[in-house]
């Protein structure tokens, strides 16, 4: 992990800096004496006080998501999602540049965009050119923070990113990070918090959001029980994040999936409909399929720079 130094945390109790005290990496604290302690799977909870009033994802609901995200189905995707947070992390004016995830989940797409960075920043002539002391001795190349508001997507998290600093926390509250001192926020299928995405990105930097596009899996989500696309969903988009960004560029991807029966469960059960799906029909549904089905999925990834 980073030094404390180069993860600009925020107290959630009464926004101080926190750094790292005498439990080492395991423990926060802030000068106030507010103090936090690492989990034993790695992550550290600020939810503090009424905590949350939203519902984080389940075990399970996590356990499917992991399942299927490890099978590699959405590997594309997280690959363009590193592509296009890459040039703000390559030009981040720090040597050690800070990447924020929020909603972070089981942490695939942040480890896709770390290691993009260790590729990219670890180029033998461009690691001369960084620092003069060349590679991090720790051989890590970027600060990360992963939030989540589900404890058992954290703990997936903390080992799928040891390098991260891991953190149980609301999107919706004021994020426990410093004003201008992050390079790349990622938001794959999460809230926005545009004034607080925009409070600590540093002038320059990027904000990489995720989108499903009309047809996202349409060959299994009403058989299924999934949500719907929302109607409009790219205008409601630009007019949430207007205020505060101004678009700099949008990918479509299609992906065409072949998913196995189990597969097609732990889609259906991963994502905001598994908080209402019925296991045992669920179950029923799986027997059911054949052995292999044809789904498509359809992305919009889009880059916003904060308005200055």
């Given at each position: ?199 600590v990105l540093r002038p320059g930097g990027r904000l990489v959001v995720v989108t499903p596009r009309p047809g996202h899996l349409e060959e299994v989500a009403g058989l299924t029980g999934m949500l719907g ?68 999925a359809r992305f919009r990834i889009s880059v916003f720079a904060p308005i200055s």
């Amino acid at each position: 992990m980073p030094p404390a130094t180069d993860f600009p945390l925020l107290c959630p109790v009464c926004r101080n800096a926190l750094r790292f005290g005498g439990g080492g990496a395991r423990t926060l604290v802030c000068g106030a004496g507010h103090s936090f302690d690492a989990a034993k799977q790695g992550y550290f909870n600020f939810l503090v006080g009424k905590g949350t009033v939203f519902e984080a994802d389940s075990a399970d609901m996590v356990a499917a998501r992991f399942d299927f995200l490890s099978g590699g189905h959405y590997q594309r995707l997280a690959d363009a999602i590193a592509d296009l947070a890459a040039p703000a992390l390559m030009d981040a004016p720090a040597f050690r540049p800070v990447v924020l995830d929020a909603g972070t989940g089981t942490g695939h797409y942040l480890r896709a965009v770390l290691d993009r960075v260790a590729l990219d920043r670890a180029a033998p002539d461009l690691a001369r050119d960084l620092s003069a002391d060349g590679a991090p001795a720790d051989g890590v190349w970027a600060a990360a923070i992963g939030l989540d508001i589900s404890k058992f997507a954290l703990r997936r998290a903390a080992r799928m990113n040891p390098e991260a600093l891991n953190v149980v926390g609301d999107v919706w509250q004021p994020l426990p990070v410093a004003e201008n001192a992050v390079d790349v926020v990622t938001v794959v299928f999460a809230p926005r918090n545009a004034p607080e995405f925009a409070r600590v990105l540093r002038p320059g930097g990027r904000l990489v959001v995720v989108t499903p596009r009309p047809g996202h899996l349409e060959e299994v989500a009403g058989l299924t029980g999934m949500l719907g696309i929302e109607p409009a969903k790219d205008e409601r988009l630009a007019a949430s994040l207007g205020n505060h960004f101004a678009p700099v560029e949008a990918r479509d991807l299609d992906l065409a999936l072949t998913l196995s029966p189990r597969d097609v469960a732990n889609l259906a059960y991963m994502g905001p409909a598994g908080h209402h799906l019925d296991r045992a029909a669920l179950a029923a549904l799986e027997a059911a399929l054949p052995a292999w089905t044809a789904v498509s999925a359809r992305f919009r990834i889009s880059v916003f720079a904060p308005i200055s």
